[in-house]
Nanobody, 124 residues
Framework: QVQLVESGGGLVQAGGSLRLSCAASGRSFSSYAMGWFRQGPGKEREFVAAITWSGGSTYYADSVKGRFTISRDNAKNTVYLQMNSLKPEDTDVYYC?????????????????WGQGTQVTVSS
């Protein structure tokens, strides 16, 4: 069992930055790939970024590439999402998730444990 708790969301003006954190507890955090997704009202959950267990490979949605950076600190059982140059269309609830299997990093259906989400609001 893995428990995930996100933090760092909030209200920011367009062009600003936020850093989200996801603290994990439970077994073998360092063995699992981690991902960030986002979802707004009436929308499907959307892939944002993912990172392999070692941090050696990262993946990004085209909409955030060059603006967002995912990283992890296995000693702290924490994964981060640094978000720069934020836009109003980045407004959503952001979720972190962990996956146990080595299949696609971009599909939410492949993730096994989810946090409760943190709200990010970008004003224009």
């Amino acid at each position: 069992q893995v428990q995930l708790v996100e933090s760092g969301g909030g209200l920011v003006q367009a062009g600003g930055s936020l850093r989200l954190s996801c603290a994990a507890s439970g077994r073998s955090f360092s063995s699992y790939a981690m991902g960030w997704f986002r979802q707004g009202p009436g929308k499907e959950r959307e892939f944002v970024a993912a990172i392999t267990w070692s941090g050696g490979s990262t993946y990004y949605a085209d909409s955030v590439k060059g603006r967002f950076t995912i990283s992890r600190d296995n000693a702290k059982n924490t994964v981060y999402l640094q978000m720069n140059s934020l836009k109003p269309e980045d407004t959503d609830v952001y979720y972190c998730a962990t996956k146990l299997r080595s299949d696609s990093m971009r599909s939410s259906f492949n993730y096994d444990y989810w946090g409760q989400g943190t709200q990010v609001t970008v004003s224009s």
